[in-house]
């Protein structure tokens, strides 16, 4: 099944950074707007970055420009580097076509926890 697959969460301590990946061989990748979204224990996913196949990203505003997130097309990867971490960055993240009408079904996500 063609989806993208999410990694690089951990367990860290607020203040931390972390960088997120996304693989997504086989999914047109290098054409489409890319977008990492989180989901939080009890809430909705919610959008958090997207960035257009020439790489131009737009952020969430509750992000206040703690996180970038970039693009590889060469290695159909993208990329979301989360800076000063908060306990309320604690969530589960996804990434996905931004488009809804050509979204593939989502993957397991990564899980971040901010935690001391």
């Known amino acids: 099944q063609v989806q993208f697959v999410e990694s690089g969460g951990g367990l860290v301590q607020p203040g931390d950074s972390l960088r997120l990946s996304c693989a997504a061989s086989?999914?047109?990748?290098?054409?489409?707007?890319v977008a990492w979204y989180r989901q939080a224990p009890g809430k909705q996913r919610v959008l958090v970055a997207s960035?257009?196949?020439?790489?131009?990203?737009d952020y969430s505003d509750y992000l206040k420009g703690r996180f970038t997130i970039s693009r590889d097309n060469a290695k159909e990867t993208a990329y979301l580097q989360m800076n000063s971490l908060k306990p309320e960055d604690t969530a589960v993240y996804y990434c996905?076509?931004?488009?809804?009408?050509?979204?593939?079904?989502w993957g397991q996500g990564t899980q971040v926890t901010v935690s001391s």
């Open positions: 996905n076509r931004e488009n809804e009408r050509i979204r593939l079904p």
């Open positions: 086989g999914t047109q990748f290098r054409f489409v707007t």
């Open positions: 960035i257009t196949p020439d790489g131009s990203p």
